[in-house]
Structures are given as structure tokens and as C-alpha cells.
């Protein structure tokens, strides 16, 4: 028997393919990212973001690889697709907040990725159920728009610049505290 999964913590409906960016840390979204058609600054008085940032989990193996992996961080994606991103804004100054804001939630989706991650190492045992991870993912996406809506709300999405300063180190200090849970990497044995 084969198992399929495939999960998004952020979902939409895409009815083409999407250029996406894999998230790095050395990458920094730009408004060239931002390849919706509803993306447009200057000419109105309409504030909007639709982030592109999302993250999923997809495996395919049989019950006999399923039985013997503890390890699913590179299962766990963190991505951000370009055409599905959008940024409206009035002027250039309230892009650039806007575009800042985006920098951090790309981050904070990154931050989640790895928590499910850590999550799915912790908890899957040799004789787990294919559902294992269900309470895992509603626990972790619930903490996840809750975190994101909040973050929203105290920087009104990015104009409170020194708050959201302030919000994007603590997510970027978090994600080096869970650094064994990048996608590429391999978390240490627990010593007996």
C-alpha cells in the first residue's frame, strides 16, 4: 500500500502554474515578486495585501518506508508563489510598508514550517497511524493565523515600522533556535 498526503497551511486555488521562491534565508522578496495582475502603486486610495507565502506537506511512500521515517523535514515546504501575490497600495511609501510586512511573513510562515517539523520528528513513532500528523497540523496552523493576525494588526500591516522591526527579530531568532529543522537538514539522534 502507498500513501499519498498533500496539505496546505494556507490554501487557495491556483488554475495555472506558479513561479514560486523556495525560502531562504538569504533571499529577500522584492516588489518584482509581486506578479498578480491586481498588483498596483499609485492611483487609488486602496491598501491590500494578499500574501503569496505558503506552506505544504507532501509524501508519497509505502507502509514499510512510512514505518521507518522519523524524519519529514524535507516533506515540509515554505514557499512563496509570485503569482499568486498581491500588493495594492497608494503610494510608494505605503508599498514599501507593505513589502516589509510581506518580508515577515514570508519569515513567520518559515518559523511554522519548522515548528511542524520539529513537531512530526517528536511525535511519529515506528507504529503510527497515517494520520499522525493531523492534530500536529491543526495545532500548529491555528497558532500560525493567530500569530499572523496579530502581527497584522499591532504594525497595521507594516506601517507601525519599529513594531513590526521588533516582531520580524523575535521570528528570526526563533527560526535559528529551531535550526535543525530547516528542510535540508537532518535533526541529531536523541542520546539514550
Known amino acids: 500500500m502507498r500513501y499519498t498526503i498533500f496539505l496546505f497551511f494556507i490554501s487557495a486555488t491556483f488554475t495555472r502554474a506558479q513561479s514560486t521562491i523556495d525560502w531562504s534565508e538569504s533571499y529577500q522578496l522584492q516588489f518584482s515578486d509581486f506578479q498578480s495582475s491586481a498588483t498596483q502603486i499609485s492611483g487609488g486610495n486602496i491598501y491590500s495585501l494578499q500574501s503569496g507565502s505558503s506552506t505544504d506537506f507532501s509524501f508519497a511512500m509505502t507502509n514499510a518506508e512510512f514505518m521507518f521515517?522519523?524524519?519529514?523535514?524535507?516533506?515540509?515546504?515554505?514557499?512563496?508563489?509570485?503569482?499568486?501575490?498581491?500588493?495594492?497600495?497608494?503610494?510608494?511609501?505605503?508599498?514599501?510598508?507593505?513589502?516589509?510586512?510581506?518580508?515577515?511573513?514570508?519569515d513567520l510562515t518559515e518559523l511554522y514550517a519548522r515548528k511542524f517539523r520539529k513537531k512530526l520528528y517528536e511525535e511519529?513513532?515506528?507504529?503510527?497511524?497515517?494520520?499522525?500528523?493531523?492534530?500536529?497540523?491543526?495545532?500548529?496552523?491555528?497558532?500560525?493565523?493567530?500569530?499572523?493576525?496579530?502581527?497584522?494588526?499591532?504594525?497595521?500591516?507594516?506601517?507601525?515600522?519599529?513594531?513590526?522591526?521588533?516582531?520580524?527579530?523575535?521570528?528570526?531568532?526563533?527560526?535559528?533556535?529551531?535550526?535543525?529543522?530547516?528542510?535540508?537538514?537532518?535533526p541529531p539522534k536523541k542520546k539514550k
Open 69 to 106: 521515517t522519523k524524519n519529514f523535514n524535507s516533506k515540509v515546504n515554505c514557499r512563496f508563489k509570485r503569482g499568486a501575490a498581491s500588493l495594492v497600495s497608494p503610494d510608494s511609501v505605503s508599498a514599501i510598508d507593505l513589502l516589509n510586512f510581506s518580508r515577515f511573513d514570508f
Open 124 to 186: 511519529k513513532a515506528a507504529f503510527s497511524n497515517i494520520s499522525f500528523f493531523r492534530p500536529i497540523y491543526d495545532e500548529i496552523d491555528k497558532e500560525f493565523s493567530e500569530r499572523r493576525t496579530m502581527a497584522g494588526k499591532q504594525t497595521d500591516l507594516g506601517k507601525n515600522k519599529e513594531k513590526l522591526i521588533e516582531l520580524h527579530q523575535e521570528v528570526l531568532k526563533e527560526i535559528q533556535t529551531l535550526s535543525d529543522f530547516c528542510k535540508i537538514c537532518k
